[in-house]
C-alpha cells in the first residue's frame, strides 16, 4: 500500500506511531502497509480518520480496477 506508506511518511508518522495510535503492535501495522496482511473495513476506517480521509480516498486504487 504504497499510498499509504507515502502518506504516512508526509505526515511525519512512523511505524510504531501509527501502530500506537490504532491500538495495534508495529509488526501488525507494518505488515498492512506491506500487503502481507488484510485489512478489515474497521481497521481502514481508523486508519484514514487518522489522515482526515475516507477509506476509499486511501484504499481505493482505479488504476489496480482497470
Same mark, same amino acid.
Given at each position: !500500500?504504497?499510498?499509504?506508506?507515502? +502518506?504516512?511518511?508526509?505526515?511525519?508518522?512512523?511505524? $510504531? #506511531? !501509527? @501502530?500506537?495510535?490504532?491500538? !495495534?503492535?508495529? $509488526?501488525?501495522?507494518?505488515?498492512?502497509?506491506?500487503?502481507?496482511?488484510?485489512?478489515?473495513?474497521?481497521?481502514?476506517?481508523?486508519? $484514514? @480518520?487518522?489522515?482526515? +480521509?475516507?477509506?476509499?480516498? +486511501?484504499?481505493?486504487?482505479?488504476?489496480? !480496477? #482497470?
Amino acid at each position: !500500500m504504497k499510498k499509504l506508506k507515502d +502518506l504516512r511518511k508526509k505526515m511525519g508518522f512512523t511505524c $510504531a #506511531q !501509527m @501502530a500506537e495510535k490504532l491500538n !495495534m503492535c508495529t $509488526a501488525y501495522y507494518w505488515q498492512i502497509e506491506n500487503n502481507q496482511r488484510g485489512l478489515y473495513y474497521q481497521t481502514a476506517k481508523k486508519i $484514514a @480518520a487518522i489522515f482526515n +480521509l475516507k477509506p476509499d480516498d +486511501l484504499f481505493f486504487d482505479e488504476e489496480e !480496477m #482497470q
